[in-house]
């Protein structure tokens, strides 16, 4: 019925009054597949699960769950929802939400009773069972959340940042729980701004930026064919002048130690918020961001001179770079203590993709 | 798997989340309390010292009990709810709206019915015979949904403050206990004040707990039922159609 497809998505849209939410997507998502679902803030994921768990109504398009139509109660009988925000009752102990929420799935009391034993156990909640969930920490309730999402057995999970400002215990314990469901042969969405995380546990990968999908693939696929550049790590046993790096063949840009640490920092905020700005991480030849001012453009055209012995390179030609990198020590009788090449990220693909459909705009 | 989705399955459904309800909603030393005081000093304000009788008495102070026990919580639950986010976990069950909006109305009619059983053992208590015991009690179970279907309806505005949806259950539920012959017989209302309080479920309500207490009512039985059933489907319906509007504004 639902032909090898636990998601199916054609055209599907959304409007708040003026501001189209979801425009026009479509997406399949394979059954025992573990789907990440990224974009920035407001791009739409969380109203793209809503639309699939039925909790807001689509304007315009068909999607369905499990064969299903997405929010029709046979797909909800189905599904294991984690919403974005943490919302257990708080006034029931977390033995009694996962009672609560088995009884609205009607599974029968014997098979609850275990099934919510062994998810407390799995979670590190079953000491904590008969407390109420307003005394759990933010990290308890989410793993609650989670135990409360799986205690019907559900075929397909949806998880809208279930991870998100958590203690790195409760992440992790979420982490190996999705590991495992996805071994069980679980189909499993999830909504992330962990782009770590998105490349490590998912299958394929779906970008979407301001309601409109940019990107379907698997993590590596991403990480290639739209992250393209590579960043090369160099430490050298002596300070160098930048401009003159600057100008090897391949640069596409440089930065300083502290600028990595900025730039690092700024790519997180961006991931974070959806903002653009000019050129950017993985940016072509010549569109340098303006980085703290010690970043120094592929012309060397910076007005003070700086010199340092740590430095990182984007580029495009790896080889070309490494291979100038190895030749310039050479002739500057200089040793180089690192040289760390790190292939394109899922991080620079986002970031790249995201920015690109927002100059476009 | 139990589930084929009928009207079976979400009814048992819609007792699950009654259950919830009253456990984190109703079943409060505080809520109780108040929903007994509030109407009794209300009720006393407008009562003492004007000679009269417990028999026209308590028809009245039964009506008002069950009036604002059945309508104080229910036009707050769904705001709470919201502004808890276990609105959107609650609706991405596999639960219809209607099967959640049945199960608010379930909470708050076994709230005002256990309320209001109270006015009525005390009666009995102080001697006062009901005429037909069965037909009584029929009616109270009737306006504990009829008016708790209107605490449901309350809330359609899709505001998450609870103290908006409360002033606005406020500016309906007070003029309401003047005009439905609680406190002056319908007989003695002119008619003008006659034809407004049968805008009011609770005139029929307490019509028939007259009749069953006094042995004397306005308007016949059947009459008063079948008003009191035409209101509480008027009012499940509009909450029902209503909800399905506002609700996802809420999330």
Not at chain 1, 93 to 120: C, F, I
Not at chain 1, 295 to 324: H, M
Not at chain 2, 51 to 62: A, C, H, I, R, S
């Amino acid at each position: 019925m639902n032909d090898g497809f636990a998601v199916r998505v054609k055209n599907l849209t959304k409007h708040y009054g003026q501001v189209v939410a979801v425009d026009h997507i479509s997406f399949e998502v394979k059954q025992g597949e573990l789907f990440g679902f990224l974009g920035p803030n407001g791009a739409g994921k969380t109203t793209t699960i809503r639309m699939l768990i039925g909790v807001i109504r689509k304007d315009h398009g068909e999607a369905s769950v499990m064969g299903y139509p997405a929010g029709s109660l046979r797909a909800k009988q189905l599904s294991g929802v984690v919403p974005e925000m943490a919302n257990a009752y708080i006034d029931l102990s977390g033995w009694d939400n996962l009672m609560l929420m088995a009884e609205l799935y009607r599974t029968p009391v014997h098979v609850a009773k275990k099934q919510a034993e062994v998810l407390l156990h799995a979670l590190g909640l079953y000491e904590r069972k008969d407390s109420k969930t307003s005394t759990y920490s933010m990290g308890m309730r989410k793993r609650l959340l989670l135990a409360m999402a799986l205690i019907n057995d559900p075929q397909i999970l949806f998880l809208d940042e279930p991870t998100s400002g958590l203690d790195v215990q409760s992440a992790r314990a979420i982490r190996e729980m999705l590991r495992n469901l996805r071994k069980e042969g679980k189909t499993i969405m999830l909504t992330t701004h962990n782009m770590d995380e998105a490349a490590e546990l998912s299958d394929r990968v779906a970008i979407i930026n301001r309601g409109r999908l940019v990107a379907v693939d698997t993590p590596d696929g991403l990480s290639i064919t739209a992250g393209r550049v590579s960043l090369i790590d160099v430490s050298f046993d002596q300070p160098v002048d930048e401009k003159i790096l600057a100008r090897l063949p391949g640069v596409n840009r440089l930065e300083t130690a502290q600028a990595i640490e900025d730039a690092e920092k700024l790519r997180a905020q961006m991931a974070m918020t959806g903002t653009s700005r000019p050129g950017g991480v993985g940016g072509g030849r010549g569109q340098m961001p303006s980085l703290s001012g010690r970043q120094i453009s592929a012309d060397g055209n910076e007005g003070a001179k700086r010199s340092g012995n740590r430095f990182r390179f984007y580029t495009e030609n790896t080889t070309q770079l490494v291979n100038a990198l190895v030749d310039f020590s050479r002739a500057s009788s200089l040793n180089m203590n690192i040289l760390n090449v790190r292939p394109p990220s899922l991080e620079d693909a986002f970031v790249r993709l995201t920015e690109e459909k927002s100059r476009e705009k | 798997m139990r589930s084929d989705f009928g009207i079976i399955d979400q009814t048992i459904r819609s007792f699950t989340i009654a259950r919830k309800s009253i456990r984190i909603f109703y079943a409060k030393g505080p809520v109780i309390v108040f929903g007994l005081l509030f109407p009794i000093f209300l009720f006393l304000s407008f009562t003492i010292g004007r000679n009269m009788t417990l028999d026209f008495m308590l028809p009245g102070f039964l009506g008002m009990i069950l009036f604002f026990t059945a309508t104080s919580i229910s036009p707050v639950v769904v705001p709470w709810e919201a502004q808890a986010r276990t609105l959107e976990r609650l609706m991405s069950c596999p639960v219809r709206l209607e099967t959640i909006i049945m199960g608010d109305v379930l909470a708050s009619f076994a709230f005002g019915t256990a309320i209001s059983l109270v006015p009525v053992v005390i009666g009995l208590a102080l001697g006062i015979t009901v005429s037909s015991p069965i037909l009584f009690a029929f009616a109270i179970i009737l306006a504990a949904i009829c008016f708790a279907s209107l605490g449901n309806v309350f809330s359609i505005p899709p505001t998450n403050i609870p103290a908006t949806v409360n002033m606005i259950a406020a500016a309906v539920r007070f003029p309401v206990i003047f005009i439905s012959g609680i406190f002056i017989p319908l007989d003695e209302l002119p008619t003008w004040g006659q034809a407004i309080s049968y805008i009011s479920p609770l005139t029929y309500f307490t019509d028939i707990a007259r009749n069953s207490i006094q042995g004397q009512s306005h308007l016949p039985l059947f009459v008063d039922f079948l008003a009191l059933l035409g209101f509480t489907v008027l009012f499940l319906v509009v909450a029902m159609k209503m909800h399905q509007r506002t609700m996802p504004r809420r999330i």
